[in-house]
Structures are given as C-alpha cells and as structure tokens.
T-cell receptor, first 112, second 114 residues
Framework: DAGITQSPRHKVTETGTPVTLRCHQT?????MYWYRQDPGHGLRLIHY???????DKGEVSDGYSVSRSKTEDFLLTLESATSSQTSVYFC???????????FGPGTRLTVT | AQSVTQLGSHVSVSEGALVLLRCNYS??????LFWYVQYPNQGLQLLLK??????LVKGINGFEAEFKKSETSFHLTKPSAHMSDAAEYFC????????????FGKGTKLSVKP
C-alpha cells in the first residue's frame, strides 16, 4: 500500500471559517486526487494534480481550492466552509501509466 | 461520457452463500474497470482490476469479476461469503489513454448474515 496520510482525521468547524486538509504521500506518485464521499453519491472528484504546481478541477470543485508545492503534499482548502461541505474527504495517489489509485484513511469534516 | 451503475445499494447474503454485486458501465472507448472495497471508517482498497488482459479477473479475498463487453458489465462475485466480507463495494471505470480520473459508482453495501 502507498504510504498516504491525511490530517486532520476529524474536524468540526463553523460556517464561514477557512479549512485546510492535508494529504501526504511517501511513494513519490505523480498524481494526487481529492474526493468527497457522501451517502448515495459514492465518491466524487473535487480536484486533482498531475505534478507539482499542476492541478485541475474535478466534478465538484466549486468552493474548493488546492495547492501542490511539492510532490509529497496536496492541500485542499475550503475558503469559507458551508454546511453542504460536511463530508468525508479522501485523498488518493497514482503513478504514471498505472491506473490504480491508492487511498488515504479519510478526513471527516463537519461544518456547523 | 463515462458512467458506472451499481444495481442495488444494499445486498444481504447468508454466510457461505454466493455473493454477486452488479456493475454496468458506459464508455465510448475500451475501459479499464476496478472494484474497490471500503471497510467501516477506512479508505478504499483495490480488490481487482480489468485492464484488457484476461476477461476473468481474480482479486484478493477470493473475489473475482468478469468483463463482458456485450453486456457492458463487470459483476463482482465470490462463491462463499464470509462475515468479514461485510463492507461497501465500489465499481469504477476509466478510459484507456486518460490518466487518473476514475468514475465511481454509488456503491453497494454488503451485509452478511450468520
């Protein structure tokens, strides 16, 4: 398994506050992804990165931004959290030419 | 556009019974297909994948899946369910030649009764 950690693992925050979630990998994988998981929706892609400083939007990117300043870290920021962003967030990584993705343990975010 | 449909959000089987979780895909080009498993409060773990070699794919924990192009299906099976198989299962598709953006189904939660 790829070494993927996410921090924090749990967070409760208030509406309107900024939140940053961190994903850290030790596998030197080129590709990194942020998903959100909600009941009845499966996993939906928020943003992804195909290299340092190279990112693109996914299916549900509104209200989220990302940054990747080095290979091992991919940050997801909610500039002003809303209750609709209460979810479980998963980071994943993938290597060039290998279509598998490896998932982190998830961050449960509650916006009150 | 690609899509994945998992038939049945909940499936319940008895221990020792056949497990069959259904997945149909839509893709304009030959796809790669995946099954992932998620145990409670954990991330997703790859069970098996189809990448155009053998159409019958064997995965971990005794699971297998068969790619049927004519039926656009990739159903997951296990001959004999075990209590430890209780989890949520996700089917996913990606177009060959594109990097990375898996499209997931909505998941099927498997319960195993003693």
């Amino acid at each position: 398994d790829a070494g993927i950690t996410q921090s924090p693992r749990h967070k409760v925050t208030e509406t309107g506050t900024p939140v940053t979630l961190r994903c850290h990998q030790t596998e030197n994988h080129r590709y990194m992804y942020w998903y959100r998981q909600d009941p009845g929706h499966g996993l939906r892609l928020i943003h992804y990165s195909y290299g340092v400083k190279d990112t693109d939007k996914g299916e549900v990117s509104d209200g989220y931004s990302v940054s990747r300043s080095k290979t091992e870290d991919f940050l997801l920021t909610l500039e002003s959290a809303t209750s609709s962003q209460t979810s479980v967030y998963f980071c994943a990584t993938g290597s060039q030419g290998n279509y598998e993705q490896y998932f982190g343990p998830g961050t449960r975010l509650t916006v009150t | 556009a690609q899509s994945v449909t998992q038939l049945g959000s909940h499936v319940s089987v008895s221990e020792g019974a056949l497990v069959l979780l259904r997945c149909n895909y839509s893709s304009s080009v030959p796809p790669y297909l995946f099954w992932y498993v998620q145990y409670p409060n954990q991330g997703l773990q790859l069970l098996l994948k189809y990448t155009s070699a053998a159409t019958l794919v064997k995965g971990i924990n005794g699971f297998e899946a068969e790619f049927k192009k004519s039926e656009t299906s990739f159903h997951l099976t296990k001959p004999s369910a075990h209590m430890s198989d209780a989890a949520e299962y996700f089917c996913a598709v990606i177009n060959r030649g594109s990097q990375g953006n898996l499209i997931f189904g909505k998941g099927t939660k498997l319960s195993v009764k003693p």
